[in-house]
């Protein structure tokens, strides 16, 4: 499985932006993305995941009510919308694909229940 992230960049402080992460390969082999994030000399934190093939979503309280995690038609390829960007959002965005336990928040959000990461997308707001 191969994780490909795009859409990163720099904006202001109430922006938007919208993050891609496209899925290649034995996509058969998990049933969630998620979107983490890591701002440097922190730890690595979920944002939001999605059940693939599905409508089940969760988001971190950080995020609720700005960004919004949504699948393309084709299931492949994740979506992260970002809207009302504040500084404290800025850190390298990841997409991750795996199969933690479903419904338990605090393990969709476990860095370690994923096998596959993408290299990651730099959001910067100033």
């Known amino acids: 499985v191969q994780l490909v992230e795009s859409g990163g960049g720099s904006v202001q402080a109430g922006g938007s932006l919208r993050l891609s992460c496209a899925a290649s390969?034995?996509?058969?082999?998990?049933?969630?993305i998620t979107w983490f994030r890591q701002a440097p000399g922190k730890k690595r934190e979920g944002v939001a995941a999605i059940e693939v093939g599905g409508s089940q979503t969760y988001y971190a309280d950080s995020v609720k009510g700005r960004f919004t995690i949504s699948q393309g038609n084709d299931k492949n390829t994740v979506y992260l919308q970002m809207n009302n960007l504040k500084p404290e959002d800025t850190a390298m965005y990841y997409c991750?694909?795996?199969?933690?336990?479903?419904?338990?928040?605090?393990?969709?959000?476990?860095?370690?229940?994923?096998?596959?990461w993408g290299q990651g997308t730099q959001v910067t707001v100033s």
């Open positions: 390969g034995h996509t058969y082999n998990f049933d969630y």
């Open positions: 991750a694909a795996g199969d933690p336990v479903p419904g338990i928040v605090a393990i969709i959000f476990r860095a370690d229940e994923y096998n596959y």
